[in-house]
């Protein structure tokens, strides 16, 4: 059973949605026979490489709020993120393009690193402050998640894996995905949004028995 995940990596729910879902496939009997697939999309795909404002800053811009306004929107998403065990230092978070992290998670799936690459960017912008619109930060995350060192260094130079990232937000477009995280279970159940486990381990229960019931 297939698992497609459409995901932005400065996206927290998305962070916390993965953890969420992690969870679930604890619990489920027939995890060894699901597969997961991380789908690209960007929150803002006119956003610079690196922003001069903070997220605190951003947030504040965008729904037209204070800075302190903005602070306490943020407090609440860090909670949720301490309940599944995730420690966001959002003070310390680069704002900017997140388009060529998107490159090299494209770049790992072909490696069957889609998921190592998904969580050391998530970590990389939430946890540790690291600014993953900056090709030399990329390029020493692919060394450690396991990716060829020249390899990855070609690809961050050039424009390879453009057309799978627009690819993956072209056919998130056309079934209807306004935000992330979102989910597909075998092609035929959604769940839309950081979701509690429990309400992950239902939808693949349900999609498992379907799958079987065909």
Known sequence: MTIQIWSD???PYCYIGKRELERALEL????????????SFE???????RSPDDMYDHLAKKYGRTREQAKEMVAGVVERARTVGLEYNMEKAVMGSSFDAHRLIQLAKTK?????????????????????????VLQ???????????????????????????????EAQQIG?????????????AVSGAQPSGHFLAALNQAWSERKGE
């Open 9 to 11: 990596v400065v996206c």
């Open 28 to 39: 489920f009997p027939h995890k060894e026979h699901v597969e997961v697939e991380w789908k």
């Open 43 to 49: 929150l803002d795909r006119e956003a610079p490489v």
């Open 112 to 136: 069957d690193l889609g998921d190592v690459a998904e969580e050391r960017l998530f970590k990389a912008h939430f946890v540790l402050g690291e600014h993953i619109g900056d090709k030399t």
């Open 140 to 170: 020493a995350i692919a060394e450690e998640i396991g990716l060829d060192r020249v390899e990855a260094a070609e690809m961050l130079a050039g424009d390879a894996f453009t057309e799978a990232v627009e690819a993956d937000e072209y």
């Open 177 to 189: 995905v306004r935000g992330v995280p979102f989910f597909v279970l075998d092609n035929r159940y």
